[in-house]
């Protein structure tokens, strides 16, 4: 996956790191028992994918021709056995 640039973009960067602080929350209050706390904390984690979404849309994430990967994989192929020249 690192070879194909996935993910290193901008908007892909921010919408994660939101959703990362949302799940921190969702599990500090998760542990103090606060269900408020844990619904507010899943708002967060679907706000980054929000964010993420309409930063892409804004031209921040990895445009749709790119996402192609730049080398198709070769099939293998095999010889038949006892086909030696």
């Given at each position: 996956?690192?070879?194909?640039?996935h993910?290193?973009?901008?908007?892909?960067?921010?919408g994660?790191?939101?959703a990362f602080?949302?799940?921190?929350?969702?599990?500090?209050?998760?542990?103090?028992?606060?269900?408020?706390?844990?619904?507010?904390?899943?708002?967060?984690?679907?706000?980054?994918g929000i964010?993420?979404?309409?930063?892409?849309?804004?031209?921040?994430?990895?445009?749709?021709a790119s996402?192609?990967?730049?080398?198709?994989?070769?099939?293998?192929?095999?010889?038949?056995?006892?086909?030696?020249?």
């Open positions: 996956m690192a070879g194909s640039s993910g290193h973009t901008p908007a892909a960067w921010t994660v790191i939101i602080i949302g799940f921190c929350v969702s599990g500090a209050f998760t542990v103090m028992a606060q269900p408020v706390g844990f619904w507010a904390g899943l708002v967060i984690v679907v706000l980054g964010v993420g979404w309409i930063m892409r849309s804004m031209g921040l994430g990895m445009p749709k996402a192609i990967p730049a080398r198709p994989t070769a099939a293998a192929t095999r010889e038949p056995v006892g086909a030696e020249s």
